[in-house]
């Protein structure tokens, strides 16, 4: 089975930087995912890390190392509108990986 | 830009009812996702299915069915609502080698 683990809260001041960690069990890895979602949302697609190291968009940032079965996706320059909780997710190899994993997410917030 | 409409963002129902929650995607994506999201538990699948009228168990099928007529359009069925069922639910879709896109979710409350 698959299993992902990520603190449950993390608090920040705006303009700061965090870092929200992720390590994940599974039987077969297909690449690490991160997902947004504020509150009465729906998730929305962040980042995709195949291959370790890091990838950049804007502000956000999400790096993977396979041989630890670990990453991370660190936020830069807090804003307010960041406040949310924070999923990583893996293809689930039952499903022939078609569905995603979800950890139990990482709720954000971000103080003035 | 993908969208992914679910028919109800509020629905209360009574206990036994049969319960059905609509999906419909406009992307032509092969792969849709039935999840339920618990404060604490994150998002659980319950069923997916990819191709027409092909479905697959999730992690937490019991109480649960689903339809996929279409493809565009996939089908939540509560056989016969029940308290513990109560939750947010969220479909999703995804082609063979993107990302998940979800509709705003549908939040059932059973009583």
């Known amino acids: 089975g698959q299993s992902l683990e990520q603190p449950s809260e993390v608090t920040a001041v705006e303009g700061a930087i965090v870092q929200i960690n992720c390590t994940y069990q599974?039987?077969?890895?297909?690449?690490l995912s991160w997902y947004q979602q504020h509150d009465g949302g729906a998730p929305t697609f962040l980042s995709y890390?195949?291959?370790?190291g890091l990838e950049e968009t804007g502000r956000f940032s999400s790096f993977l190392s396979r041989s630890d079965s670990y990453g991370y996706l660190l936020l830069q320059e807090l804003q307010m509108k960041d406040s949310a909780s924070y999923f990583c997710a893996v293809r689930d190899p039952s499903t022939g990986r078609r569905a995603l994993t979800f950890g139990s997410g990482t709720r954000l917030q971000v103080q003035p | 830009d993908v969208k992914v409409t679910q028919s109800s963002r509020y629905l209360v129902k009574r206990t036994g009812e049969k319960v059905f929650l609509e999906c419909v995607q406009d992307?032509?994506?092969?792969?849709m996702f039935w999840y339920r999201q618990d404060p604490g538990l994150g998002l659980r699948l319950i069923y997916f299915?990819?191709?027409?009228?092909?479905?697959e168990k999730g992690d937490i099928p019991e109480g649960y069915s689903v339809s996929r007529e279409k493809k565009e359009r996939f089908s939540l069925i509560l056989e016969s609502a029940s308290t513990n069922q109560t939750s947010m639910y969220l479909c999703?879709?995804?082609?063979?080698?993107?990302?998940?896109?979800f509709g705003q979710g549908t939040r059932l409350t059973v009583v």
């Open positions: 599974t039987s077969g890895f297909y690449g």
């Open positions: 299915s990819y191709d027409v009228k092909m479905k």
């Open positions: 992307m032509d994506h092969e792969n």
């Open positions: 999703a879709s995804r082609d063979a080698g993107g990302s998940a896109f």
């Open positions: 890390n195949a291959l370790d």
